[in-house]
């Protein structure tokens, strides 16, 4: 089936103080499918990002008192609006995007739930009472809103990273400034409006878009009234945010790259580890966080495992994601493609045999999925971020051996353990230096799950109960009572 391939009506100027105002330079937004322009979007410069800040900064007084209640259901209204309108947040995704329908559709159901989530998470702020164990006085600990947030998305998720972000931010009373990536603007663009649908008064929620990113950005964080930053992307440009920050002593989130590993242990279930590899690496074309990139496979599964990978991805279908047909849609763009493509050269320069059965369309940034066998830990696909469908394949005969590989990465956001039963899989969990393990599945992310990374894969955590704490300050009383 094919879905309309035509652009739903979307804003294309940038929100700030509740209005969507023009530019007068424009960006171009380009269809990685067939390369054309889609729309042109607002080009802002450093003026129009401090009057997004000044947006925020006013409506903060009132927003940050807002009862909870009624933050709530303007939360909950957003998520009405796009649950009634998801084919539209969709198709929004599949055009700019790229990806496959079904990825698609899976993450604008993920990212309409953020909002729902968070509508419930926004009545429930705790503060603390207890007695100093001198009983000298009362310990008081309340939660407010930190201030004006600053939220910077990358490509990949363009609807869910900005309501991951957005909606604990409004849950918690601050306001925001999102700054989407340019690849990817129309989504956000869109969420925008159904924000200003949903009845977020002026300056809560504010939008800009522009070429001039760094220059803006550092503009925005140098700004007092910017109260924190909730960043994801890259490890490399986190780390430059993170030394702007520094000059602050901002607050910041940081949700980064990853590298994770899968590993399929001796007494797994092959064929439900293969069906967990396909989720764990193909959502998204492999272009995710979370994406699984490097699988270590014990020696008894590794022929079979590798067989029946091969066989999945071969049956994968690429082209189009306005056409549900397809299993595998395009990569954001031809440089993100020819990144992926550039790795596969350096692996095979390194000696291993890459095979790709699938066809893919010549024209567009697509790319066939490719198993690639008896990979060495340590070579360039197992230190790279692949971030498309290239699956690397080690095998290992000593699990603690493949305990030490699987943790051998700067990175520690997810990993994926496949294991004869639950017990030894919680056990090899306990051993990951990653912030999410996938037990016997292949997708770990949940609205009401905190979702984040150790080492350089970030600093902080969204959805769960922890989201909302992003965008909080404690504070303590000290009471006599
Ligand atoms: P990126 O290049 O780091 O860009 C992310 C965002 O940062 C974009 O909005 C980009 O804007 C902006 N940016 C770039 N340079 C900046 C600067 N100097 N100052 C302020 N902002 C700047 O990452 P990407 O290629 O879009 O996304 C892929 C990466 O994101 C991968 O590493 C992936 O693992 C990571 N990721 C992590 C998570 C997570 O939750 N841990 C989730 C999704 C993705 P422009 O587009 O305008 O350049």
């Excluded at 198709?91 to 079904?102: D, M, T």
């Excluded at 159904?194 to 977020?200: D, E, K, P």
């Excluded at 009234?225 to 520094?246: D, E, I, N, P």
């Excluded at 279908?317 to 047909?325: E, L, M, N, R």
Aim: proline share 5%.
């Amino acid at each position: 089936m094919t879905t309309a391939s035509t652009l739903p009506q979307v804003p294309t100027g940038l929100l700030i103080g509740g209005e969507w105002l023009p530019t007068t330079t424009k960006l171009p937004v380009t269809n990685p499918a067939s390369l054309s322009v889609l729309a042109e979007i607002g080009d802002a410069g450093v003026d129009e990002g401090i009057a997004a800040v000044a947006a925020a900064d006013s409506a903060f007084q009132s927003w940050s008192i807002t009862p909870a209640r009624q933050r709530a259901e303007i939360l909950r209204r957003a998520w009405e609006i796009m649950t009634a309108e998801i084919e539209t947040c969709a198709r929004l995704i599949a055009l700019e995007n790229g990806k496959a329908w079904r990825d698609a559709m899976g993450e604008s159901v993920y990212a309409a739930e953020f909002f729902r989530w968070f509508s419930e998470e926004a009545c429930r702020i705790e503060g603390g009472f207890r007695y100093a164990p001198a009983r000298d006085k009362t310990i008081i600990t309340d939660h407010r809103p930190i201030g004006v947030a600053y939220l910077i998305t990358p490509w990949n998720f363009p609807a869910a990273m900005a309501t991951r972000k957005i909606a604990p931010a409004l849950a918690a009373g601050c306001t925001t400034i999102l700054k989407p990536a340019s690849e990817t603007p129309l989504t956000a663009l869109w969420i925008g409006e159904v924000l200003r649908r949903a009845g977020a008064p002026e300056g809560v929620v504010n939008i800009i878009t522009t070429s001039k990113t760094g220059e803006v950005s550092s503009a925005i964080l140098a700004d007092l009234r910017v109260a924190t930053l909730s960043f994801t992307g890259s490890t490399y440009v986190g780390k430059v945010l993170l030394r702007q920050t520094a000059d602050r002593v901002l607050r910041s989130s940081m949700e980064l790259g990853g590298n994770a590993p899968f590993l399929v242990l001796e007494g797994a279930d092959v064929d439900a580890a293969v069906a967990g590899a396909m989720i764990a690496k193909m959502r998204n074309g492999g272009a995710a966080c979370t994406a699984a990139n490097r699988f270590y496979v014990h020696e008894s599964l590794a022929d079979s495992f590798a067989t029946k990978f091969q066989a999945a991805l071969s049956a994968l279908q690429v082209g189009p994601g306005t056409d549900s047909a397809n299993d595998l849609g395009a990569m954001v763009s031809v440089r993100e493609r020819d990144k992926i493509l550039d790795l596969v050269e350096e692996a095979r320069a390194e000696g291993v045999e890459i095979t790709q059965t699938t066809e893919v369309p010549a024209q567009g940034a697509f790319i066939a999925p490719m198993i690639v066998r008896d990979v060495a830990h340590g070579s360039t696909l197992t230190r790279n971020e692949i971030f498309g469908p290239v699956a690397p394949i080690v095998t290992f005969t000593d699990q603690a051996e493949a305990i030490r590989m699987a943790n051998d990465t700067e990175y520690g956001l997810i990993s994926y353990v496949y294991a004869a039963n639950t017990g030894i899989g919680i056990g090899v969990a306990r051993q990951m230096e990653s912030g999410m393990v996938a037990i016997n599945r292949g997708l770990a992310s949940d609205p009401a799950a905190p979702f984040g990374g150790m080492k350089e894969s970030g600093l902080g955590r969204e959805g769960g109960f922890a989201g909302i704490h992003e965008f909080l300050e404690m504070q303590y009383f000290a009471v006599d009572l």
